[in-house]
Each structure stands twice: as C-alpha cells, then as structure tokens.
C-alpha cells in the first residue's frame, strides 16, 4: 500500500527567506502527488498536482514541487516567504480516487 | 460561487448521541468524501461515495454512517458507538474520471463530545 512521510513535523523560517517543505513516498506505480495547505480551522487548499509529464510543476501563491522519482520524493518549494505562508502543509499520493494518503503535515512558523 | 459547504462549524455532543454532520457540494462532482482529522496526523477516510444511491467504506468506518440521496448532498451520521468521536471532519469531492481526481475540500466542522 502507498504511504506518504513527511519528516518535518514544524519548520520556522523568517519572511522573505526560501523555504523547502520534504515529502517522501511509497508507491509501486507512478503515482498521482498532491500539496495542500491548511490555515487553522479550515479546509485544505490544493496548492499543486503530479499526474505526468513536466517533473517541476508550478501551484498557486508562487509555490512550486519538484517530483523526482530515483528519491520518491515530491518536495515544495517557495523561493521568499510570506507571513501569510504559515500554516499546514499536506502532501498525499494517490492510488485511486478511493485511496489518496496523506502526509501527517508539516506546520510552518514565519519569523518577522 | 461552486464550492463545498459543511455545518455546522462546531458541534458539541453529549455521550451516547448521534449526530449529523452536513456536507453539500455545487461543483457537478460525482464522487463525495468524509475524512477524520487528529492532531499530528493525515486525513483518514471514513467513507466515500462514487454516485447517488452507493457508498463504500473507507479505512475507518466503525461508529459511523452515510447516505447518498442526492448527488450534491453527503450527510455523515456519527452514532454512539464511535468511541473517540471528537475530531476535525472534513468533507470533499471530486471528479471520478482519472485514476486519482483532484479533491477539493470543505470547510470542516469541528465535533466535541462533552
């Protein structure tokens, strides 16, 4: 069964500085990868989506993930943060439309 | 605006109740979701539902029910025998087209039992 580890539990970075959020998976096939975020008490936000093609793939409010599959790895990136970035941030894989896993998120901080 | 709506917000219970939590989507989506959110860990599937009148349990189904009368509507019944039933509840659909569709997410309502 396809997994999703995310091994950054909480990260805090100053605004304006770049950011790197990892997410490792465990999936035979070539799998379907997603970033969500999530402000406190909310919904999540798709931020971005892997299906095929293009390994770098651009997302809304200038994030951006990379999927490379010799390190089953699906990292985001955001080149400067904002104070409006802090909250969660929730990878998944999915298998089917039945079956996405995710991530146990990462919790971002940004320092003034 | 399309989009999912839940509510209520908050919901308290008291021991041995059931309750509803409501779920409705105007986004044309054939396929609805409810997940279970704990602190410190992922989403997990309760149940989902491919169409109107079908649904199917997820990984975590115990002490809870669903119905599929409408396309738009996914009501989450937690019954009393949930024993650990304070949590996050998010609802979601999608497309069911592609192996894995997109999955837009509502609100959430947030369950204490008291």
């Known amino acids: 069964a396809q997994s999703v580890t995310q091994p950054d539990i909480h990260i805090t970075v100053s605004e304006g500085a770049s950011l790197e959020l990892r997410c490792n998976y465990s999936?035979?096939?070539?799998?379907?990868l997603f970033w969500y975020v999530q402000s406190p008490g909310q919904g999540l936000q798709l931020l971005l989506k892997?299906?095929?093609?293009?390994?770098l793939v651009q997302g809304i409010k200038g994030f951006e993930a990379e999927f490379k599959r010799s390190q089953s790895s699906f990292n985001l990136r955001k080149p400067s943060v904002h104070w409006s970035d802090a909250a969660e941030y929730f990878c998944a894989v999915g298998a089917g439309n039945n079956d996405m896993r995710f991530g146990a998120g990462t919790r971002l901080t940004v320092k003034p | 605006d399309g989009g999912i709506t839940q509510s209520p917000k908050y919901l308290f219970r008291k021991e041995g109740q059931n309750v509803t939590l409501s779920c409705e989507q105007n986004?044309?989506?054939?396929?609805m979701y409810w997940y279970r959110q704990d602190p410190g860990q992922g989403l997990r599937l309760i149940y989902y539902s491919q169409i109107v009148n079908d649904f199917q349990k997820g990984d975590i189904a115990e002490g809870y029910s669903v119905s599929r009368e409408k396309k738009e509507s996914f009501p989450l019944t937690v019954t009393s025998a949930q024993k650990n039933p304070t949590a996050f509840y998010l609802c979601a659909s999608s497309g069911w087209r592609e192996k894995t569709d997109t999955q837009y997410f509502g609100p959430g309502t947030r369950l204490t039992v008291l």
């Open positions: 986004l044309n989506h054939d396929a």
């Open positions: 999936y035979g096939a070539t799998p379907y």
């Open positions: 892997y299906f095929s093609g293009d390994t």
